[in-house]
């Protein structure tokens, strides 16, 4: 057997997010998919909101996970806030700028 031998409880639910290339906080790990199909069964998604992030995207998994972004919109959840909740609070002005 090759690879890293990972707890998904324990090593990737819940941990943070980090854009690899701007260290940015990018989400926490809400699901994990596996391909059941490997033999041993690996990692095949991480979930995060309604984003699923492929196993190939990661990059470092520590504390936290360093996932290469690209085309993701991980911010979607965190722009809809600002948006929809946020901007209409009197007297937040330009908080969400």
Known sequence: MSGRVLHAQLHL??????????GHLVGKVDDVELDLDADPPVVALLISGREQIP??????IDT???ITVGDLDLDYYDNWIEHHVIDHIPGAGDATE
């Open 13 to 22: 639910l819940d941990r943070q997010l980090i854009d690899q290339s701007d």
């Open 55 to 60: 196993a190939g995207r990661i990059a470092e």
């Open 64 to 66: 936290a996970i360093k």
